[in-house]
């Protein structure tokens, strides 16, 4: 069984930056990033796999970088230059069964942790 526990989440003023960390149970090969805002579904907004580049929404192309630390089960995410419409719970996600290749897509993920809540003022 896997177990991801994301942390980092907070309130912080637009502009400002915060960096959530994921902890995960083992080394998942593909793990993503995901955010559901009050009243939307959840999409997708960042993945990175073993190999290859990461994976973006467009909505944060340039602002976010999701990165990882193998050899402590960690997936990250920094996001800076935050906007009132990044306010959302934030979830960690893990698709187990990727061997090559990381897809932002929630159905392919196996896993989800609880999420952290990330909440931006202007």
């Known amino acids: 069984q896997v177990q991801l526990v994301e942390s980092g989440g907070g309130s912080v003023q637009a502009g400002e930056s915060l960096r959530l960390s994921c902890a995960a149970s083992g080394y998942i090969r593909c793990m993503g990033w995901f955010r559901q805002a009050p009243g939307k579904e959840r999409e997708g907004v960042a993945a990175?796999?073993?190999?290859?580049?990461?994976t973006y929404a467009d909505s944060v192309k340039g602002r976010f970088t999701i990165s990882r630390d193998n050899a402590k089960n960690t997936l990250y995410l920094q996001m800076n230059s935050l906007k009132p419409e990044d306010t959302a719970m934030y979830y960690c996600?893990?698709?187990?069964?990727?061997?090559?290749?990381?897809?932002?897509?929630?159905?392919?993920?196996?896993?989800w942790g609880k999420g952290t809540l990330v909440t931006i003022s202007s």
């Open positions: 996600a893990a698709d187990v069964l990727a061997f090559s290749g990381c897809r932002l897509a929630q159905g392919a993920m196996d896993y």
């Open positions: 990175l796999g073993s190999v290859g580049s990461p």
